[in-house]
């Protein structure tokens, strides 16, 4: 097989294997995907070339992979494990299920990037090629060595080179990467495409290692599909970024996501859970935040703490704390000296976030013992891993812009799908809700204003459906993901109208007790009161009333009639309803004459003698309304 002989730009590149100092790797005067000059015919003869599938920018994908480090690049030393600068390009190049060499000279990969540390997969399942480019930092760090600092370096090359690669994959130590997704996550505001960080616990040279399956899940992950988070890939995994921890040291299973499914499993082949994938709703341009504030620590619960320990971590500079308290966020209730001390120290601005030590569930108020720091000032934490609580408090604090209230009600939102539970009360918004996702996702809906309109679309349809089938459980539901109970469908029906038709009492007693209005019309001037009566709904109907609902003016006035037509036909309970109603029994109908009246003519015995006892009680009363007719005898 004739060889192809590197072009001089690589050959110079080898010499120098840390070329890309300035950390920008796009190759000069290239767009993306541009179309590459094709092989010379010259080149036809050679031996293999027509197996190889002919290169197309549509079929291919760019990705940047920074290696800041960790065990996957490490050889062991006289002092034991420490990173190997310089050594993984040329490593991978010589895994073929990491590169296709053939494929990398047939394409001009290498003239055409200028770059020596670009290599390329072979075809996907999904018949993608993947090209990465690998950004190697110097020195290379254990993630133990990490700072805040790198976590700014990071982002900055993501941002530098964002519009270039189609995906980011950051090599990293297992130990801290937890921190540093974390932090990512907040960092990469309006985030458009994948960033996922991965790393190994066996270095990547050795004959038995996990790095191999974890570079290459990460990069397929990274190329081939648009899942706009801060990730992490692990032994067949992919969390989000800012859900995880490490929880084992020695086994290739190190990482679990306590509180949220996994975004995707690589099995036969890549699952997605595309409905755990954070939506950002935003049409704001991706941009990183470096700044971070640095005042902030992490400061665990243990029996007998002294109140003096806590004192001292409190001092200022510090500006921001996680309290890893016991339980669903717990701590005595019975020291006043410790509670004291936290008191002070959000009195005087430190924001304390109470985060579980547990490794799953959430903090609530459920016991004494929590709600203490509540009255202490601390914000709860909800179901945030303590990685994800101080990087947000890093990021949050960083926002000199902000009050210092803001900045507490920016730590109780959701900013990244850091946390599934709403804090202090705040509600999840419907724009949350995975079923408005999905509507949304297949009407091809990206825009927070076209997501709100089609919720606000849905909710009535949704909150009515519930109402009328008397189903209490969903209206909750619906209702904890923002949607309004009050508001009516295009006919203006509430979900009231709708229970009351229904005569569901216990649905009915619910929406009152959300706020519902009685005095809602829909667009025939029915309230829920006409509903129920129409219906026939007694107890619905006392409910309603008791609540304040009453006829209008112009409804009593048309009653008559109908008052009439039911003394006609002899229905007492109908009349009773009217009664119950607050209707007035007495009102003459369209002809002048009233409902005793018309039962007396018609023979309707029963119905006289109700509506006699009906107008001795109103007397007795000393009801307002006049009587329009006469107890009648028969
Ligand atoms: N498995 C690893 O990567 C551990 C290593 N000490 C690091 O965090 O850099």
């Not at 903090?363 to 509540?374: E, H, N, Q």
């Not at 009516?488 to 229904?502: I, S």
Request: glycine content about 6%; aromatic content about 6%; proline content about 5%.
């Amino acid at each position: 097989m004739a060889e192809y002989s590197r072009p001089n730009t690589l050959g110079r590149a080898l010499s120098h294997p840390t070329l890309i100092e300035t950390n920008d790797v796009s190759p000069p005067n290239v767009q993306l995907h541009p179309r590459r000059r094709r092989k010379p015919s010259s080149c036809s003869s050679v031996e293999n070339l027509d197996r190889v599938s002919t290169p197309s920018p549509e079929n291919e994908s760019r990705v940047l992979v920074i290696n800041t480090g960790g065990t996957i690049g490490m050889t062991l030393r006289d002092t034991g494990y420490a990173p190997k600068a310089n050594a993984l390009v040329e490593s991978l190049r010589k895994l073929p299920i990491l590169h296709d060499e053939l494929y990398a000279r047939q394409t001009y990969l290498y003239e055409y990037y200028k770059l020596e540390n670009t290599l390329v997969l072979p075809p996907s399942k999904l018949n993608k090629r993947i090209i990465y480019t690998i950004l190697e930092y110097s020195p290379l760090l254990d993630s133990s060595n990490m700072t805040t600092d790198d976590w700014g370096r990071i982002g900055k090359d993501i941002e530098k080179n964002y519009e270039n690669f189609d995906g980011f994959v950051i090599l990293h130590g297992t130990d801290t990467m937890a921190y540093t997704a974390s932090a990512l996550s907040f960092m990469c505001e309006h985030l458009g495409k994948p960033i996922v960080l991965t790393g190994s616990q066996v270095p990547i040279y050795e004959l038995r290692n996990d790095g191999r399956d974890n570079l290459l899940g990460a990069l397929l992950i990274a190329g081939q599909f648009v899942i706009p988070e801060v990730c992490l890939y692990f032994y067949n995994k992919l969390y989000r970024g800012n859900r995880v921890t490490k929880v084992d040291a020695s086994s290739f299973n190190a990482f679990t996501s306590p509180n949220l499914p996994p975004l995707a499993t690589a099995e036969v082949d890549f699952k997605i859970n595309w409905d755990t994938v954070w939506r950002a709703n935003t049409t704001a341009k991706f941009q990183v935040r470096t700044e971070l504030n640095r005042n902030v620590g992490l400061l665990r619960l243990f029996p007998g703490i002294t109140a003096s320990t806590v004192r001292a971590f409190l001092q200022p500079p510090m500006q921001g704390v996680v309290l890893e308290t016991y339980g669903s966020g717990n701590a005595p209730d019975n020291r006043p000296d410790l509670l004291e001390e936290l008191s002070k120290a959000t009195n005087s601005g430190v924001i304390i976030v109470n985060c579980t030590q547990c490794l799953r569930g959430t903090v609530s108020a459920s016991y004494a013992t929590g709600r203490v720091l509540m009255d202490a000032g601390l914000l709860a934490g909800g179901d945030m891993t303590p990685e994800a609580s101080l990087s947000k408090l890093s990021y949050v604090l960083a926002k000199k812009e902000l009050t210092l209230d803001a900045q507490k009600k920016m730590m109780a939102q959701n900013l990244r799908g850091e946390m599934s539970a709403d804090l202090e009360g705040a509600k999840l918004c419907l724009s949350d809700s995975r079923f408005i996702q999905v509507i949304a996702k297949s009407l091809s809906v990206s825009c927070k204003e076209e997501l709100e309109a089609i919720r606000d679309a849905l909710t009535p349809s949704l909150t009515c459906a519930a109402a009328k089938i008397g189903d209490t459980e969903a209206l909750v539901a619906l209702k904890e993901m923002g949607s309004d109970l009050r508001l009516g469908d295009f006919d203006g029906r509430t979900p009231l109208h709708v229970a009351a038709c229904e005569g569901h009492l216990r649905l009915v007693q619910y929406l009152l007790n959300q706020g519902a209005s009685v005095h809602a019309k829909d667009r025939y001037g029915d309230t829920p009161l006409c509903n129920a009566v129409r219906f026939r709904h007694k107890d619905v109907v006392r409910l309603l009333r008791k609540t304040g609902a009453h006829f209008s003016r112009e409804q009593l006035e048309e009653a008559g009639s109908e008052l009439c037509s039911l003394a006609a036909s002899g229905d007492k309970e109908g009349l009773d309803i009217w009664r119950i109603a607050g209707a007035d029994l007495t009102r003459p109908g369209y002809d002048g004459k009233t409902a005793i009246e018309v039962a007396q003519a018609a023979g309707n015995k029963d119905v006289v003698e109700v509506l006699n006892s009906y107008m001795n009680s109103k007397t007795m009363n000393g009801a307002a309304i006049e009587f329009t007719a006469k107890p009648a005898l028969l």
